[in-house]
């Protein structure tokens, strides 16, 4: 018998190349239950492709990807979003002509029907979905002003509710603070932390690494599509390649005085 | 003329009939660096936007080396010198790298720069040498990023704006930029960038101005803003 819990989801092998160039290398690793799993790396290393291999936008071209126990790396997207895995998207990824509510309740309703398309009207049991997801985001402005009028924190906190409204059980997160003032990024750190203690697993890709780094339970660092790095946040600023790479020495100072307890900033 | 300080006085704009900016008077003087902060949604981009000619003021004047552009269209700013690079990842998706850095150079007198911009871009984003032949579309979203600050790089402009410099970028690349931003101020060039992150500005920027509700509230260096808890706690979150 198996003693080890197996891992919520597992990579193995996974490789995509866009033309000649190879976007996602060869790469391996699993994430169990309750784990929040922060990526970092240079831009273009493969990060947000990546999250394309595991929510299904895009088909790996070799590898297994496991969720429970399930491959699903040719499964289409809206598949594996019933199964139980939702995206927040790195760019502004909401229907900018609707109004923020009709968003999560579209949300709502493709997490939950077995059909792709959303319905035309909207079951109590989605209303209510949705309405618990703006809550729980914390989610102020009215419901009914035209998501393309919205500042920055806000769309940020109504693509967070669109995923959630899913109902994940993993969330993969793509730099959902670029662009936050340091208060703002509080909020959303808050947030997450909400989302960790509700049960949610997470995948965090973030620049900010004030932000990867205090979320993050392990971290990888991508380069050139493979992993450089792999460990916990207290050892990164350790890591010479990762320094070298993608650091800096300035980051590198600071992430070193964090693992000696004080306090971080970006 | 080459004077290059801007000056604004009282401006007030917004969109529709909703106020965004309310009597703003700020000033850059020639060869340093400003830098806006504040809360999101309060102004910071609308400010660009006014100067480099994409938001029409309400009222209120904005001069760059003595002359207004009030007025003016936002081609005819950017023949004056001032260049905005707006936030996001503003680039033309179907072109390649290099083409989307030559179209930041595309006044007469930038394009005959064009050999020595684009040395400069290299060595400053090497990622963008590399991916020189390849389309817009395929880049990651920070090397989009990358290519809207090189292309921005190659107009030599006279007064710089750049709305959120290190947004999306990775750490060692942020430094990067900073180092271009304090080169280009010791060369002369008038920088104005929105930046979120106290921390980052000090040393660099002389001023900083904290802009919220559409207000000034606060001015001071960056160290003043580090040292002053109560601005930070405010309006920053401390």
């Not at chain 1, 947000?48 to 595991?54: A, G, S, V």
């Not at chain 1, 297994?64 to 499964?75: C, D, K, P, T, V």
Request: hydrophobic share 40%.
């Amino acid at each position: 018998m198996d003693q080890v819990p197996s891992p919520l989801l597992d990579c193995r092998g996974v490789q995509k190349s866009f033309g000649a160039m190879v976007a996602v290398k060869d790469l391996s690793f699993t994430i169990s239950k309750g784990e929040v799993l922060g990526i970092g790396g240079p831009n273009g290393a493969g990060k947000t492709t990546l999250f394309e291999l595991i929510s299904g936008l895009s088909p790996a071209d070799k590898g297994e990807i496991l969720f429970e126990g399930r491959r699903i790396e040719s499964a289409p997207a809206h598949s594996i979003c019933h199964l139980g895995i939702a995206r927040v998207f790195q760019s502004n990824a909401a229907f900018d002509s609707l109004s923020a509510q009709h968003n999560v309740l579209i949300a709502a309703a493709y997490g939950s029907s077995s059909g792709r398309l959303p319905p035309l009207t909207f079951d109590p049991s989605i209303r209510r979905r949705a309405e618990w997801a703006l809550d729980f985001v914390g989610y102020k402005k009215s419901l009914s002003v035209v998501v393309r009028n919205l500042p920055v924190l806000d769309r940020k906190l109504l693509m967070i509710a669109s995923a959630i409204a899913t109902e994940p059980k993993l969330l993969l997160m793509d730099e959902p603070v670029g662009g936050l003032n340091p208060e703002e990024i509080d909020q959303v750190m808050e947030l997450v932390k909400r989302l960790i203690a509700n049960g949610v697993t997470i995948m965090l890709i973030e620049h900010v690494m004030r932000f990867l780094v205090q979320l993050s339970t392990r971290l990888i660092i991508m380069h050139h599509g493979e992993k450089i790095f792999e460990g916990v946040p207290q050892s990164l600023a350790r890591d010479d390649t990762v320094k070298r790479v993608y650091l800096g020495e300035r980051m590198s100072k600071r992430l070193a005085a964090y693992s000696q307890g004080s306090a971080i900033q970006q | 003329m080459t004077e290059s300080s801007l000056h604004i006085k009282e401006l007030k704009a917004g969109y529709g009939g909703l106020g965004v900016l309310r009597d703003i008077s700020l000033d850059v003087r020639e060869s340093s660096v400003v830098a806006l902060i504040g809360p999101n949604g309060h102004g910071k981009s609308t400010l660009l936007k006014c100067i480099s000619g994409l938001v029409k003021p309400w009222s209120g004047e904005i001069t760059f080396g003595g002359q207004s552009l009030v007025g003016l269209k936002p081609h005819q700013i950017v023949e004056r010198g001032v260049h905005h690079i707006p936030q996001g990842d503003l680039i033309f998706p179907e072109m390649s790298v290099y083409d989307n850095l030559l179209m930041g150079a595309y006044l007469p007198e930038a394009y005959s720069q064009t050999p020595r911009r684009l040395e400069e871009v290299f060595s400053l984003l090497p990622t963008l040498k590399e991916r020189q032949q390849q389309i817009g579309s395929t880049l990651s979203g920070g090397e989009r990023r990358m290519l809207s600050i090189g292309r921005g790089l190659m107009g030599g402009g006279r007064l710089l704006m750049i709305d959120e410099p290190s947004l999306g970028l990775a750490p060692l690349v942020i430094d990067q930029i900073y180092e271009v931003i304090t080169r280009l101020q010791k060369e002369g060039s008038t920088i104005l960038i929105v930046e979120e992150n106290a921390s980052r500005i000090v040393g660099v920027a002389e001023r900083v101005y904290l802009l919220d509700d559409g207000k000034l509230v606060w001015q001071g260096t960056p160290t003043e803003l580090e040292a002053s808890e109560g601005v930070l706690a405010t309006y920053l979150g401390g």
